[in-house]
């Protein structure tokens, strides 16, 4: 981006002028990360309407999220040969437009395809939004144009699933959609109308097609294997030994492609920082898990213990609340701390949180299941801020914008991979507590025999009485499956504590602020 005091480019805006173009801008970035989010509550009700099961409802969320992952590492080229305005612009009419396929899908697979078109042309606008926000207020003023760019990507998260609980229980799935239409129209033409004069310098540079081919290979491949491997019975299938092959020869060929390549779509000569790779995997491993835990949550009650999606998604409200309150002082404690100790802080407040997590039963009440919910807000306050600071800290300015790219690809497409991996490891688990708790209440246990003659005493048959049964056995399975993830999510957290302090020290004041969505 050129800098907006350079000699030619206008002035920063003031007045009325200013506070609407905010707004739009504002919208752009809120729009994109309620959709991250927006669809989580909604998964059975999806999955129900179009006749397919949760597992494979899950896909809607992982396939947005891999492939705004892949569009990322492509931002900094657009910007560069269209101009900020245009790729910003362009992405949100193009956004826009993929919502409204969308929210007409007519299945599974169409949905899924549109959801790999939205996630798409989404790259642009995060980094847009908060490069064109700078660029338009006036240099002592920066500090409100980020403020007003983290608080859209708080309240965001709290926003969609409250949204997306409410319009599936009383509207209809397809508006967690339409709903970007109004949004994405307001929000690309005044961004048009206020900013086309002030479109930054553009040049023609390189663009590594034959790397960014390769890049869609594995990790495309990798999504669909992890996606539909519980399906297929994983590599008892040919088609996921393929898919397995493919993603492994095209990984390869990439690496080999992009580290003897001149002007690579991702640079992977940063991996020789060994504050940048450390950094870098702690924060992919521990967004991997956040995000794992913000699709199971409300997928084990909905499908497990009668929530409703609006229920579901109020559950999941309080972090975004507590991470708002708290950002504003975070952000002031970063400037003069270490941000090896708010890591730190944010793993544990993150592995507290799963723990109090793994002690849920079947009769849990709503209070209890949003106490660790407030506990996450704290870990989400100063995590993305503090990952990033550790991340791009002792990266030369010149390399920070490839840094943040790289840095984005690898925490997005994980957090994708993750939400295949942990409903596929939830689904298996389930079954196998299932098998033992069968085993251990078989038709010679008194327990059992007693529940099953109180049931018929209440008047059920014994096909309906031993059905009760099943389905309390089945509830209990699940459970325990959501337990388990849930207690190795907190001890894998832990573990992630002691690597932070492999990095080198650093201060949040000079920190990029290019960081979560």
């Not at 059975?44 to 947005?64: D, K, R």
């Not at 940048?276 to 991997?288: E, Y």
């Not at 949550?297 to 972090?319: D, N």
Request: proline content about 5%.
């Amino acid at each position: 981006m050129a800098n907006p005091s350079a000699p030619g480019m206008p002035p920063p805006m003031t007045g009325a002028l200013l506070a609407i173009t905010s707004i739009a801008l504002a919208l752009g970035t809120f729009m994109q990360v309620l959709d991250s989010t927006i669809a989580n509550v909604s998964i059975p009700t999806i999955a129900g309407n179009l006749g397919v099961s949760t597992s494979q409802g899950t896909w809607v969320i992982t396939s947005f999220a891999v492939a705004n992952g892949v569009s990322v590492p492509l931002t900094g080229w657009l910007m560069m040969r269209y101009g900020v305005v245009k790729t910003f612009v362009g992405s949100v009419v193009l956004f826009t437009a993929a919502s409204f396929l969308c929210g007409i899908s007519w299945n599974l697979p169409s949905l899924i395809a549109f959801r790999v078109l939205q996630g798409a042309v989404s790259g642009p606008m995060i980094p847009g939004s908060q490069a064109l926000l700078i660029m338009i207020f006036p240099a002592a003023q920066r500090g409100t144009a980020l403020a007003i760019w983290s608080m859209t990507t708080l309240v965001a998260p709290i926003t969609g699933p409250i949204l997306g609980g409410y319009i599936s229980d009383n509207i209809s799935w397809p508006w967690i959609f339409l709903i970007n239409l109004p949004v994405g129209i307001v929000c690309s033409v005044l961004c048009w109308r206020n900013m086309r004069s002030r479109e930054t310098p553009t040049r023609v540079v390189p663009i590594d097609r034959t790397g960014f081919v390769l890049l869609l290979a594995w990790v495309g491949a990798l999504q669909v294997m992890l996606d539909t491997g519980k399906d297929a019975d994983w590599f008892n299938s040919p088609a996921i030994v393929v898919e397995a092959i493919i993603a492994v020869v095209t990984f390869v060929a990439w690496l080999i492609w992009e580290l003897n390549e001149e002007n690579p779509i991702v640079d992977l000569s940063l991996m020789k920082s060994r504050n940048f790779v450390i950094a870098t995997v702690v924060s992919c491993l521990g967004f991997a898990m956040f995000f794992g835990a913000n699709l199971l949550q409300p997928l084990w009650l909905q499908t497990r213990m009668g929530y409703i999606a609006t229920w579901a998604g109020l559950v999941a409200a309080p972090s975004g609340l507590v991470a708002v309150f708290l950002t504003p002082f975070a952000a002031r404690l970063m400037n003069k701390v270490d941000a090896r100790w708010t890591a730190s802080l944010s793993l544990l407040a993150f592995a507290a949180s799963f723990w109090l997590r793994s002690l849920y039963t079947t009769d849990v009440s709503f209070a209890t299941l949003v106490v660790p919910m407030l506990v996450q807000g704290v870990a989400m306050s100063v995590f993305f801020v503090s990952m990033v600071t550790l991340t791009l800290n002792g990266v030369p300015g010149a390399l920070v914008p490839q840094a943040s790219g790289l840095y984005n690809f690898m925490r997005i497409t994980a957090g994708g991979f993750a939400a295949s991996v942990v409903t596929t490891v939830w689904e298996q688990s389930a079954t196998t507590h299932q098998s033992r708790l069968a085993e251990i209440m078989g038709a010679g246990d008194p327990a059992f025999t007693t529940t099953l003659q109180k049931l018929q005493g209440a008047g059920l048959s014994a096909t309906q009485a031993l059905g009760a049964v099943t389905s309390q056995v089945t509830n209990q399975a699940y459970l325990l499956a959501t337990d388990d993830i849930f207690r190795v999510s907190a001890v894998l957290m832990l573990l992630l504590v002691p690597c932070v302090w492999l990095t080198r020290k650093a201060l949040g004041a000079g920190a990029s602020h290019a960081a979560a969505d």
